[in-house]
C-alpha cells in the first residue's frame, strides 16, 4: 500500500491537517508514551546516584560537600530548565493518564460516540492542570 | 473532444481544463516533443478558452463549481507525473461529487477515469478522497463542501490511474477472514426449513452487514497504511457480521475469532475511529472492532 | 486463451446463482463480469423476494398473481417454474446466511406487496438486494469459483451457420480493463449471459450506469430473437437529478403529489379520483408526464412529493431512509421541503428469448436475470418478482449448462417456419443502416455473412478474438470523429421523449429515426484516451452500440404492438386487445434480415389454464 | 487464506496486559507524583528522606512493582507502535531482543537501586 506507491507531494502534502480527533488522540498518546518511557530511564539512572551515594561519595553542592545522591537530584531541582522540563512531564503524564483512561473506556466500549469530545476533554483537563500545578514546580527555582 | 462538432448546451459554461501551473511541471507545454494528446488538450484549451469569453458575456445563469482532480496515467506521456487538472462545472440543485465528474469527463476531458456505477451508494465503487477525507462521491453533495474542491483517488492505495485505485489488496483482506457460511449441518432446504434466528441477533448483525466494500475506512486508518497485513476495519467488521451470528456453531465461532485475533488482526487497531468516521454506511466500526478485541479475551481466558 | 466448463457473462444475482448452479452440478465455472461481483445492480434491490413459503400460500396462488400482474403476456410454464422454485431457493438462501428480517419465533419475516394476494415478499431490511447480492457472492468465494472481474466482454463467440437454430457458441471474448488486452474464455459446456437490464438506453432511471444491455445486444447480434422488448416499467417516484429511487411507501404512508400551481393532480385533474396517488404506477407515472408537458411541472420538470404533513416523528419512524436519500442524492430535507420527483425507466421486462432452462435458440447459449426473457413478467413485473427470477432461472440456467437433465422444456425457442411475421411499413427498415459498426469491421458480424464456414470452436473463437482486436485497436487509432457520450446523450433523450410512458405512432417513428442517426453517427466514433489503461472511454464506446441495438429493439416493439397491455401505453388504442395481441413480439437480427415476429402466449399451465380477465385491484 | 498470516501468536495477552498495567498505573503514577512533587517537593528530596521511605517494606514493593509493570507497559507499548508500523521479519525479532534486554536491564537497574536506597544491599 503506502510503502509500495509514492505520490509525491500528493500522498503526504498537507495529511497532517486532514487528521480528526481519534488520530490526533493516537499521535499524541503515542508521544507521551514514548516520552514517558524514556524518562523512565532517565530517572533510574539519575536515581542511581543512590549507589554512589551509599557508597559515602561526596559532591559539590553550592560550595558544601553532600552526599551524591542528594547534591545531583538537588542540584538538578535548582536549574530553571529542569523545572520546564518538569512541568512538561507532568502535562505529557496527565495527558497520558486520561487519555489512557479514555482508551480504556473505549476498550470497554463505554461511551464510542463521545470519542471525540472525550480527547478534546483529555486535552483541556491536561492544559488546566498543568497551568495550575505551575507554581508548586516553580517553588524555590534559583534563577 | 477537442475536434469533434460538439453542440455544447449554451448556457453550459466552459473553461479550460488545463492543469493551473501550481502543480505541473511548468515546461510541460514548452517540451518541443508534445505529444499528440498534449496536442488534442492544446487545441481543446483554446477552443474552450473561446467559448469561455463568449459565455462569460451571458454568465449570469447559475454558478459554477470549480474542481481540482488528481490526474495520473502510467502510460501516457504528461501524466506520468501525477498532477491535479482544474475543471469549471455548471452547478445544479442536488450535484454530487460524482456528478461533477461525469460532467467534466462527458464535457470536457474523455480520458478522466474514475470507477462508478449505482449512483446510489449501493455499489460501493466511487470512494475518493475528496477535500482531505475519504468520501462517496455519489453521496456528497458538493453544495456542502469548500471551493475548490480538491478529489484524489483513496490514499494508501496503489493508483491505476486518475482516480481508480487497485482494489485487489482489499479484496484479498476481505476473503481472508473466510466471509461464508460454513455451517453443513443446515436443515434440507426443500423441506422448507429455516434456521431460526430471534429478531434481537438479527438487529445486532444489522449494522455490519451493511458494508458496502468501498474500501473508505481501510485508507483511512493509519494502521493499515502501515501495515500491509492488518486485515483492516472492513474486514474485521465482516469477520464480526458471522462471528455474532446465532445461526452459526460455536466451533465456527470459535474458529472466527482465532482468525481475527492473530497478530495482524484486531490487536492492531489503534482505536483511531477514522473508519467509522469516513464510513459512509455508518456502520459503528471500532466498536465492533473493540467487540471482538473483548470476545477474543474473554476466549482465551477460558484456557488459562 | 482462458478455458473452462462454463463461462458466465455477468456476476449480479443471476449471474452468481448460475455460478453456483454449475459448479454444484460438478463443472468447472468461472465468472467474468465488467464489475466485481458486489458492484453488480442487483445490489440496489431494496423490496424483496416472493416466494409462497408459508401456511396458507402456495405456489398455485403466486402463479396466478404473477399471471394477472403480467397482463396474461406470461408463459404459464416459466410463471409455474418461478412460482414452485422459489420458495427452497429463497431457503437455500437463507442457509447461505443471508440476513433476512425475523418474526419473533425466529422465522423469516414477509410482507405484503402491491399485486400480491399473500404477503409472501420475503425481505431483508430495506437492502434485500444487497444482502442477496453479497451473500451468493460469499457462496462464490467459499466455493473457490473462477471471478475475472473488470473484464468486459465484447463478443459472444458463435459459429455462423445460416440458421441460428443450428449455430452453437463456444465462448466470449473480453478485454481487461486494467489492461486493455483482449483475450478469449473458451467454454466447453456454455456460456451464461446475466448482464442485467438496459436501462442506460434511457436517460433518466434508476438503474445503474452499467445497465448497457450489453448481454441482450450481443445475444441479438448472434441470432438469437429478443423477446417482447416494448414492456418497460417506469417508476413514478425517482429524484429528478440521478435517477434514485424513492419507495412507494411514502405514498403507501400518505404522501401527497403536487404540481407547480400546488394542485393535488391526482384528484383535481381526474386522473385516479379513487386511489390517488396510490394508483398502480403506471397511472401514476403517466399523470406526473401530462403535468409537466400541460406546462405545470416545476421548472418544467418534475412535480413535487410531500410527506411534511405526515410530521416528523411518524416520517423518522417509518421512513428514515427516504430523507437521507432525498438528501445524500437530491440536497433536499424531506421535513421541511417537498421532495423532487418524476418517472424514471425502471426494469426491462422482455429480453433474450430462452426456455424454463435457460436455454436459448443457440446451442450452448444461456441467458438469465433481466437480460432475459423467459417470460414471467410479461407487460408488466410485479414488485419482488425479479429477486426470485434471478435465483430460479440463474440456477436452471447453471445447472443445466454443467449438464444436469431438467427435463424437456415446453417453451419454444428460435424462428421457426410456420410463424406470424409482421409486415407493418416501417419509417425505415430496421437494418437499413447496417448494425451500429464502427467503419472498419463493417460486414463482419458473427451472424452476418451467415455462411456457416465456421464450426470448430477454436476457429470461431479465433476469429472472434481477431475481429475484436481489430476493433480495439481501430477506435484507439482513429484520431478524430464523434465520441460516444454525444451519441449517447442524444439516444437517451429520444428514448426518454419518445418512447416514455406515452408512446404515438410519430412519436415512435420519429425515435427510430434518431436511432438510425445514432448509427450513422457511431461510424464515425473514435476514442480519445489514448490509454491501454483503464480506459474507461473505450468501454463506454462499446457500450453505446449495445444501448443502440437494444433501443432499437424496444422501440420497434413499442411501434408494432398497437394496444395498451401492462407497462406498453399507445395513444391510438388505450385498451388491451386480446383478440389480436396475445402474443409476445420477437425482433431477430439474422444475417442481415431484421424481423419482427410474434408468438403466441402459453397459457396452459401444469393444472390449469389461465383465462385473460379484466386487471383491476 | 487465513494461513497467510502464519506467524500466529495470541496478541490478546499482550493487549490485555497492555489494559491491566495501565490501569494499575494511574493509580501508582498519580500518588508518585503527589508524594514527590505536592507532599515532598522534588527539589527537597535527600537521600535520608529516600531511605526513609524506602525502608517500609510496603512503600518498597509499590515501587519495585511500579517500575516493573512501568516497564512491561513502556517496553511493550513502543514494541507494539513498531510492530504496527510495519516492522517485520528478522528486524522485528531484533527489536523485540533488544528491548526486553533493555526493559530487564533497567528492572534489574531499578531494583537494586531500590534496594540500596532502601539499606539492604
Ligand atoms: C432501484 C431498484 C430496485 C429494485 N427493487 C427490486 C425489488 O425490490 N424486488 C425485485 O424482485 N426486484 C427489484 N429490482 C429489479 C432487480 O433488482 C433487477 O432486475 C436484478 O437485480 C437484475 O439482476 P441481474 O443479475 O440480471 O443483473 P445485474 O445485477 O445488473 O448484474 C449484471 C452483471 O453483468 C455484468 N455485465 C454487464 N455487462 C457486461 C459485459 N459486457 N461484460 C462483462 N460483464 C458484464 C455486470 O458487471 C454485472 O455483474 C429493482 C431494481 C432497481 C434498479
Ligand atoms: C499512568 C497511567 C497510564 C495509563 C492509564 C496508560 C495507558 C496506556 C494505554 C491504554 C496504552 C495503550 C495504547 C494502545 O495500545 O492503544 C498505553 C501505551 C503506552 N504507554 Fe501508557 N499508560 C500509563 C502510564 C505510562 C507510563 C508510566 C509509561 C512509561 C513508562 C507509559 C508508556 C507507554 C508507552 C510507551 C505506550 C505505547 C505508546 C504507543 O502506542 O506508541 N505509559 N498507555
Ligand atoms: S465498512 Fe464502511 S467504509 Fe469500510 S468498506 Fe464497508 S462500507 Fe466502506
Ligand atoms: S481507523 Fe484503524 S486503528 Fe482501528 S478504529 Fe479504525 S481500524
Ligand atoms: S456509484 Fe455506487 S456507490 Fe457511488
Redesign the interface.
Known amino acids: 500500500m503506502s510503502q509500495s506507491y509514492n505520490r509525491g507531494l500528493i500522498e503526504d502534502f498537507g495529511r497532517w491537517k486532514e487528521f480528526s480527533a481519534g488520530m490526533w488522540a493516537w499521535i499524541f498518546h503515542k508521544f507521551t508514551g514514548w516520552m514517558l518511557i524514556g524518562y523512565l530511564f532517565t530517572h533510574i539512572a539519575v536515581l542511581s546516584s543512590a549507589i554512589a551515594a551509599a557508597d559515602g561519595q561526596t559532591i559539590m553542592l553550592e560550595g558544601e560537600a553532600v552526599n551524591a545522591y542528594t547534591g545531583t537530584i538537588q542540584g538538578l531541582e535548582s536549574l530553571f530548565i529542569i523545572r520546564v522540563l518538569e512541568v512538561g512531564l507532568l502535562a505529557v503524564a496527565v495527558f497520558h493518564i486520561l487519555n489512557g483512561l479514555r482508551l480504556l473506556m473505549v476498550d470497554l466500549g463505554i461511551g464510542l460516540e463521545a470519542q471525540d469530545k472525550s480527547f478534546y476533554a483529555s486535552l483541556i483537563l491536561t492544559g488546566v492542570i498543568t497551568v495550575a500545578s505551575v507554581p508548586t514546580f516553580m517553588q524555590g527555582v534559583g534563577l | 473532444m477537442s475536434t469533434q462538432q460538439q453542440e455544447p448546451d449554451t448556457d453550459a459554461e466552459t473553461e479550460p481544463e488545463e492543469p493551473e501551473s501550481q502543480e505541473v511541471p511548468a515546461d510541460q507545454e514548452m517540451s518541443g516533443l508534445a505529444s499528440p494528446q498534449q496536442q488534442r488538450l492544446q487545441r481543446k484549451h483554446d477552443g474552450m478558452a473561446e467559448r469561455e469569453r463568449e459565455a462569460a458575456e451571458d454568465d449570469l445563469e447559475g454558478d459554477s463549481v470549480h474542481i481540482k482532480v488528481f490526474r495520473y496515467d502510467p502510460e501516457v506521456e504528461g501524466k506520468q507525473e501525477p498532477r491535479f487538472d482544474d475543471f469549471h462545472v455548471p452547478f445544479e440543485r442536488g450535484m454530487t461529487v460524482l456528478d461533477a465528474v461525469i460532467y467534466a469527463r462527458d464535457e470536457f476531458d474523455s480520458s478522466l477515469t474514475f470507477r462508478h456505477s449505482c449512483r446510489q451508494a449501493i455499489c460501493g465503487s466511487d470512494a475518493f478522497f475528496v477535500n482531505g477525507r475519504q468520501r462517496l462521491g455519489c453521496k456528497t453533495q458538493i453544495s456542502e463542501l469548500d471551493q475548490p474542491v480538491r478529489i484524489e483517488p483513496l490514499p494508501h492505495q496503489e493508483v491505476v490511474k486518475d482516480l481508480v485505485v487497485d482494489m485487489d489488496h482489499f479484496y484479498d483482506q476481505m476473503h481472508a477472514v473466510e466471509p461464508y457460511f460454513q455451517d453443513e449441518d443446515t436443515p434440507d432446504s426443500a423441506d422448507l426449513e429455516e434456521q431460526r434466528q430471534s429478531p434481537e441477533n438479527r438487529e445486532k448483525i444489522k449494522m455490519s452487514s451493511r458494508c458496502i466494500w468501498c474500501g473508505a475506512c481501510m485508507s483511512s486508518c493509519n494502521i493499515a497504511a502501515g501495515d500491509n497485513e492488518y486485515l483492516g476495519p472492513a474486514a474485521i467488521n465482516k469477520a464480526y457480521k458471522f462471528a455474532m451470528d446465532d445461526r452459526e456453531s460455536e466451533e465456527i465461532k470459535e474458529h472466527r475469532l482465532r482468525i481475527v485475533e492473530q497478530e495482524h488482526g484486531v490487536w492492531r487497531c489503534q482505536t483511531q475511529f477514522s473508519c467509522t468516521e469516513v464510513c459512509p454506511k455508518d456502520i459503528p466500526l471500532t466498536e465492533h472492532i473493540q467487540e471482538l478485541k473483548r470476545e477474543a479475551v474473554k476466549k482465551n481466558l477460558k484456557f488459562w | 486463451m482462458y478455458e473452462h466448463d462454463v463461462i458466465v457473462v455477468g456476476a449480479g444475482g443471476a449471474g452468481l446463482r448460475a455460478a453456483i448452479g454449475a459448479h454444484e452440478a460438478g463443472a468447472d465455472v468461472a465468472m467474468v463480469t465488467k464489475?466485481?461481483p458486489?458492484?453488480?445492480?442487483t445490489?440496489?434491490a431494496e423490496g424483496g423476494i416472493n416466494a409462497a413459503?408459508r401456511e396458507g400460500d402456495d405456489w398455485e396462488l403466486h402463479a396466478y398473481d404473477t399471471m394477472k400482474g403480467s397482463d396474461y403476456l406470461g408463459d404459464a410454464p416459466a410463471i409455474e417454474t418461478l412460482a414452485q422454485d422459489a420458495?427452497?431457493?429463497t431457503?437455500?438462501l437463507?442457509?447461505?446466511?443471508m440476513?433476512?428480517?425475523?418474526?419473533?419465533?425466529?422465522?423469516?419475516s414477509q410482507r405484503p406487496f402491491g399485486g400480491l394476494s399473500f404477503p409472501r415478499t420475503t425481505y431483508a431490511?430495506a437492502?434485500t438486494?444487497?444482502?442477496l447480492l453479497?451473500t451468493m457472492y460469499?457462496?462464490v468465494?467459499?466455493r473457490g469459483i473462477q471471478v475475472y472481474d473488470e473484464w468486459y466482454v465484447m463478443n459472444l463467440a458463435v459459429t455462423d451457420e445460416p440458421d441460428p437454430n443450428d449455430r452453437t457458441c463456444h465462448g466470449v471474448v473480453a478485454y481487461d480493463v486494467?489492461s486493455g488486452t483482449v483475450e478469449g474464455f473458451k467454454a466447453n459446456q456454455g456460456v451464461i449471459l446475466a448482464t442485467g437490464g438496459p436501462g442506460q438506453a434511457f436517460d433518466h432511471t434508476t438503474n445503474?450506469?452499467?445497465c448497457t444491455g450489453d448481454g441482450n445486444a450481443m445475444a441479438y447480434r448472434a441470432g438469437v430473437p429478443m423477446e417482447d422488448m416494448e414492456f418497460v416499467q417506469f417508476h413514478p417516484t425517482t429524484?429528478?437529478?440521478?435517477?434514485?429511487?424513492i419507495s412507494e411507501g411514502v405514498r403507501g404512508e400518505g404522501g401527497i403529489l403536487y404540481n407547480e400551481g400546488g394542485e393535488r393532480f391526482m384528484f383535481e385533474h381526474g386522473y385516479a379520483n379513487n386511489d390517488g396517488e396510490l394508483a398502480s404506477r403506471d397511472v401514476v407515472s403517466r399523470a406526473e408526464l401530462t403535468e409537466v408537458n400541460n406546462g405545470r411541472g416545476i421548472e418544467d420538470e418534475y412535480v413535487h412529493l410531500d410527506m411534511r404533513h405526515l410530521g416528523s416523528e411518524r416520517i423518522l419512524d417509518r421512513l428514515e431512509n427516504i430523507l437521507h436519500?432525498a438528501?445524500?442524492?437530491?440536497?433536499?430535507d424531506g421535513l421541511v421541503e417537498p421532495m423532487p420527483v418524476k418517472p424514471g425507466q425502471h426494469y426491462e421486462m422482455g429480453g433474450i428469448e430462452t426456455d424454463e432452462n435457460g436455454a436459448t435458440c443457440i446451442d450452448g447459449l444461456y441467458a438469465a436475470g433481466e437480460c432475459a426473457c423467459v417470460s414471467v413478467h410479461g407487460a408488466n413485473r410485479l414488485g419482488g418478482n425479479a429477486l426470485p427470477e434471478l435465483i430460479v432461472f440463474g440456477k436452471r440456467a447453471g445447472r443445466h449448462a454443467a449438464g444436469d437433465d431438467l427435463g424437456e422444456a415446453e417453451i419454444e425457442t428460435g424462428y421457426s417456419e410456420g410463424v406470424e411475421e409482421e409486415d407493418m411499413e416501417l419509417p425505415i427498415t430496421p437494418g437499413e443502416a447496417g448494425i451500429a459498426e464502427t467503419g472498419a469491421t463493417d460486414t463482419e458480424d458473427v451472424a452476418a455473412d451467415g455462411s456457416g464456414q465456421l464450426s470448430d470452436p477454436d476457429g470461431v473463437l479465433d476469429r472472434t478474438i481477431t475481429e475484436e482486436r481489430e476493433r480495439v485497436e481501430y477506435l484507439m487509432e482513429k484520431?478524430?470523429?464523434?465520441?460516444h457520450?454525444?451519441i449517447r446523450?442524444k439516444l437517451q433523450k429520444a428514448m426518454t421523449e419518445d418512447v416514455n410512458v406515452f408512446r404515438t405512432e410519430a412519436g415512435l417513428k420519429r425515435a427510430l429515426k434518431t436511432i438510425r442517426e445514432c448509427r450513422e453517427a457511431y461510424r464515425d466514433v473514435y476514442?480519445?484516451?489514448?490509454?491501454?489503461?483503464?480506459?474507461?472511454?473505450l468501454q463506454m464506446t462499446i457500450e453505446t452500440r449495445n444501448l443502440i441495438d437494444v433501443a432499437e429493439t424496444i422501440t420497434l416493439g413499442a411501434l408494432v404492438r398497437n394496444e395498451f397491455r401492462g407497462a406498453h401505453w399507445r395513444q391510438e388504442k388505450q385498451e388491451r386487445d386480446d383478440e389480436n395481441w396475445l402474443k409476445h413480439t420477437l425482433v431477430s437480427w439474422n444475417g442481415g434480415k431484421p424481423s419482427i415476429w410474434y408468438r403466441p402466449v402459453i397459457l396452459e399451465g401444469e393444472n390449469k389454464t389461465y383465462e385473460p380477465k379484466v386487471r383491476s385491484y | 487464506m487465513a494461513e497467510r498470516y502464519s506467524s500466529f501468536t495470541p496478541g490478546g495477552t499482550g493487549w490485555l496486559l497492555q489494559r491491566i498495567t495501565a490501569a494499575f498505573l494511574v493509580v501508582v503514577l498519580a500518588f508518585h507524583f503527589f508524594q514527590l512533587h505536592f507532599i515532598t517537593h522534588a527539589a527537597d528530596v535527600t537521600f535520608a528522606g529516600t531511605q526513609a521511605r524506602m525502608e517500609h517494606v510496603g512503600y518498597f514493593l509499590t515501587m519495585v512493582l511500579f517500575l516493573v509493570t512501568a516497564t512491561f507497559h513502556g517496553i511493550n507499548g513502543v514494541y507494539n507502535a513498531l510492530v504496527n508500523q510495519g516492522l517485520d521479519g528478522i528486524q522485528k525479532k531484533v527489536v523485540l531482543a533488544v528491548l526486553t534486554i533493555a526493559g530487564l536491564a533497567l528492572i534489574a537497574q531499578g531494583t537494586y537501586v531500590a534496594l540500596v536506597m532502601a539499606g539492604w544491599a
Do not use: M, Y
Open positions: 464489475l466485481h458486489v458492484r453488480s445492480h445490489g440496489a413459503l420458495p427452497e431457493d431457503i437455500t437463507e442457509h447461505w446466511g440476513p433476512f428480517s425475523r418474526e419473533d419465533d425466529g422465522t423469516v431490511g437492502e438486494g444487497h444482502h453479497h460469499e457462496q468465494v467459499k486494467q445503474a450506469v452499467s429524484l429528478p437529478s440521478t435517477g434514485v429511487l436519500l438528501e445524500d442524492f437530491e440536497g433536499v484520431d478524430d470523429g464523434i465520441q457520450a454525444e446523450a476514442v480519445d484516451d489514448p490509454s491501454r489503461t483503464f480506459n474507461t472511454d
